[in-house]
């Protein structure tokens, strides 16, 4: 008898869960179509700050194993290496900023605020 209640309670729980209002069809309740200059543009920043933070971390992902191999030649120097070193952290920034900019949602051309 236990069992039964237990699994018509199971069943009530996943059939209210289901009943939720959501993201249906794939279409994301985000996502607003603005028009700029006569042209469509989709506005979900959602969408832009997760590839933003993906690209990131692949830049990050992509450094570090750089600076790594960098810390493991065992017969260079260490001023050599630090230089080195120092230099992948600046390129590193300077990628990172690059995506920064392309995905800033204030980058519109030539406007001015």
């Given amino acids: 008898m236990k069992r039964v209640f237990t699994l018509l309670i199971a069943t009530g729980l ?10 249906r069809n794939g279409r ?5 179509n603005v028009s700029v200059n006569n042209r469509s543009v989709a506005s979900n920043s959602f969408a832009a700050d997760r590839r ?6 692949r830049i990050n992902i992509k450094y570090d194993r750089k600076i790594q191999q960098v810390r493991n030649q ?11 070193i120092r230099s992948l ?7 990172i900023r690059k995506v920064q900019m392309k995905y800033s949602r204030y980058n519109h051309g030539n406007r001015r605020y």
Avoid: C, Y
Wanted: charged residues 30%.
């Fill in 14 to 23: 996943l059939v209210a869960a289901d009943a939720q209002p959501g993201v």
């Fill in 52 to 57: 933003m933070r993906e690209e990131i971390i």
């Fill in 89 to 95: 952290e600046m390129q590193r920034q300077r990628e």
């Fill in 74 to 84: 065992f017969f260079t120097r260490h001023t050599v290496k630090a230089r080195q």
């Fill in 28 to 32: 994301s309740p985000v996502g607003v």
